[in-house]
């Protein structure tokens, strides 16, 4: 879709959802599985940069980017010109059976451009869950240990062994048991609800004492952790949290996973929200969503010596590294490593955090802004406490759906907003945005 067509302005011209939303939602009901739910079931039609355009001709402004996944902007110019490309040239062959070059490509520049000094190499896969998956696989192999921690309020998919990893058991885990053994839930730095003035050194120890105790350093193959979790709530460890992780797992042979899946790729200002913890080196990395512009991919990353610990043929998968996705992949990292992507996340972070915290002046019911680059959040809470306050999310996310405004809902106790724009979109269309957000917090 090209920007002359039509203004990208928010523009809602019917009830939400509209009429032929409605029509396409009842045929859903009789044709996809209820158990695929829907935040906003406005059948979107076309989108670019930071608006969704849907079937009834409402405009949205879009504040999650598909959970953070179309972070170079909905129809970046770059990746539709690559796909457009690559599909008409080579679609599929199997990397294991015959190789192309876009998969080797994408591997060049993430051993690049992910943290840590060190001969990296990496492999591809289709999803966020199938990268976790394998960065658990290499781990294993590498160290011959079985257990995995993982942290409270985490999330890392829905597959059987990336659900055993998932903190909340509704909507995620709740009657799709038994789940994979030899994972265990670690407590989580968690500023605003941890004893007040808890270093990230402290909640690091509470943590390792939890290993130490339960599991045995030494039987541990891997911690994986988002540095800044996602689903949960954008929960920001307290400084000094990772690094100490790190450094008791490096002394312990055990693997450090960062699931960067959410955080990863320019969405908080830098290549990956690892780099903020000075001293933090991650051994793998896995990395998804904000990858290719919205085409599936996912890859892990890392050291050599764990990346190539497999025997050929452990690792694959029909589909993962597709060349069309990885030719969309290639667009999107050659658009960060040009410059500018970057700044993009803290100029809008500026304008989150500056906006939010005057409304967090003016309405108690927030309780805290945080977060990194455009990947920034507000706490809901009952004013004048730390309870959870979901109710005022729900409301204050259904005015903004109702206004043309796309944000989502997050958090251990879904009292959570979360915001992961486009890159690319305009401070006037996010101000805008805010607007709207801010009425409806006036509202409730
Ligand atoms: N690790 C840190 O955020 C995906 C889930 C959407 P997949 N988060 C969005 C939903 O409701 O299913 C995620 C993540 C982190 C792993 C994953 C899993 O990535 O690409 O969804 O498999």
């Not at 695929?36 to 989108?47: E, H, K, N, S």
């Amino acid at each position: 879709m090209s920007e002359q067509t039509v203004a990208l302005e928010r523009k809602i011209v019917t009830a939400i959802p509209g009429p032929k939303s409605q029509e396409l939602h009842a045929k859903r009901l009789k044709e996809v599985s209820h158990g695929v739910g829907a935040a906003l079931p406005v059948y979107i039609d076309r989108a670019h940069g930071a608006t969704l355009i849907d079937v009834d001709g409402n405009q949205f402004t879009d504040l999650g980017s598909g959970i953070g996944v179309v972070t170079i902007g909905h129809t970046n110019d770059a990746v539709v010109a690559a796909v457009q490309e690559q599909v008409a040239k080579l679609t599929h062959t199997l990397f294991t059976v015959t190789p192309y070059t876009p998969y080797v490509d994408v591997c060049e520049l993430l051993n690049k451009y992910t943290p840590g000094n060190f001969e990296k190499r990496s492999a591809l896969f289709n999803s966020g869950a199938e990268a976790v998956e394998n960065a658990v696989k290499f781990a294993r192999k590498f160290t011959g240990r079985g257990e995995i921690a993982v942290f409270d309020h985490g999330y890392h998919g829905r597959t059987n062994l990336t659900m055993a990893m998932n903190f909340k058991a509704m909507p995620y885990n709740s009657g799709f048991g038994p789940f994979a053994p030899g994972v265990h839930h670690v407590p989580m730095s968690y500023p605003f609800r941890d004893p007040e003035g808890m270093t990230g050194e402290q909640a690091a120890a509470r943590a390792i004492t939890y290993m130490e105790k339960r599991v045995g350093a030494s039987n541990l193959a891997a911690i994986v952790i988002e540095p800044i979790q996602g689903e949960g709530g954008f929960i920001v460890p307290a400084p000094g949290f990772l690094r100490t992780l790190g450094i008791w797992a490096k002394a312990n042979g055990i693997v450090m996973v960062a699931d960067e899946v959410q955080a990863g790729i320019a969405r908080t200002g830098k290549w990956f929200a690892s780099h903020y913890e000075e001293g933090f080196e991650p051994d793998l990395f896995t990395i998804a969503k904000g990858i290719a512009g919205g085409m599936p991919i996912s890859a892990v990353t890392g050291r050599a010596e764990i990346m190539d610990s497999s025997h050929a043929g452990g690792i694959g998968g029909t589909y993962g590294g597709n060349p069309v996705a990885a030719a969309a992949a290639v667009a999107v990292l050659k658009q960060i490593e040009a410059g500018g992507v970057l700044e993009q996340a803290m100029r809008i972070e500026s304008v989150l955090t500056s906006r939010l915290g005057a409304m967090k002046a003016k309405f108690p019911v927030i309780g805290e802004v945080r977060g990194r680059g455009a990947m920034i959040a507000i706490e809901f809470v009952e004013p004048g406490t730390h309870n959870p306050n979901s109710g005022a999310v729900d409301a204050v996310v259904k005015h903004c759906h109702q206004n043309g405004v796309l944000v989502l809902n997050a958090g251990t106790y879904a009292n959570v907003i979360r915001f992961l724009p486009p890159l690319v979109i305009s401070d006037e269309q996010l101000h805008d945005a805010l607007d709207v957000l801010e009425a409806g917090l006036a509202n409730i």
